[in-house]
């Protein structure tokens, strides 16, 4: 049996999840940070309030909090029922039960709610979609990307992944992904397509394991950086 959505569903995840899928240090906190397909997580409220800034975008984001509420509500029990049909794909070490995750995932959600309405007024919610970003050219110094980008390989199209990529490289200075599995665990048959198509563009990409395993053998992220050397020579071979 596998994990099956239809669509991407709204599942937040928390603010100690975040820093520990994508490494993120003091000196990552202080930086200028995008968050794409970020949903119902509490890592921007969060971070708001840790005096913190961050920007996240999401389609989601054209809701109001009500509707949201709404959306939440009636994903949940589909979330749960999946996940709770297929335990042995995850790691029931840090998150010891289902119970436990239920509640883990209700109490970000619940601080998004929360926080909805105020960030939306102050631009940290931004209603966007990928594969287009209403952001100027390196306007960030790093983007995160939570349980989208490949994860959803059976929903998303290779174009739609490789548009994407090129597009938050326009956007960030430094981008980092994760999952490199798709919702049942398989690892996604876009990443070699993905790390050719953005090293053409000028930028390094690598795998690096993080101190995070929900998803069973799911503790790699991919990091982009600019390589501006690369960079160099391409405009000095276009002079």
């Not at 906190?29 to 920007?55: E, Q, R, W, Y």
């Not at 090293?199 to 998803?215: C, I, T």
């Amino acid at each position: 049996m596998t994990i099956r959505y239809e669509n991407v569903v709204p599942w937040g995840r928390s603010f100690d999840e975040y820093k520990r899928m994508f490494c993120l240090t003091e000196d990552d906190l202080h930086k200028s940070i995008l968050g794409c397909g970020d949903g119902p997580a509490n890592f921007n409220s969060t971070m708001h309030k840790n005096g913190f800034k961050a920007v996240s975008c999401d389609p989601i984001y054209r809701f109001t909090r009500d509707q949201l509420q709404r959306k939440i509500d009636e994903t949940f029990d589909v979330v749960m029922e999946q996940t709770g049909s297929h335990l042995d794909k995850f790691r029931w070490d840090t998150i010891r039960s289902l119970e436990e995750l239920g509640a883990t995932r209700m109490k970000a959600m619940s601080d998004f709610l929360a926080d909805y309405d105020d960030g939306k007024e102050n631009g940290r919610y931004v209603y966007a979609e990928l594969p287009r970003l209403p952001f100027d050219d390196r306007s960030f110094d790093l983007i995160l990307s939570a349980h989208l980008m490949f994860f959803y390989s059976d929903n998303l199209t290779l174009d739609f992944h490789l548009t994407s990529f090129k597009e938050m490289c326009r956007v960030g200075k430094e981008i980092r992904i994760f999952p490199l599995l798709t919702v049942n665990g398989d690892r996604s048959e876009y990443i070699t397509s993905v790390t050719d198509c953005v090293r053409d563009l000028g930028w390094n990409a690598e795998e690096k394991k993080v101190d995070y395993e929900f998803q069973i053998n799911g503790n790699t992220m991919l990091v982009l950086t600019r390589d501006e050397r690369s960079l160099k020579d391409r405009r000095d071979a276009n002079k």
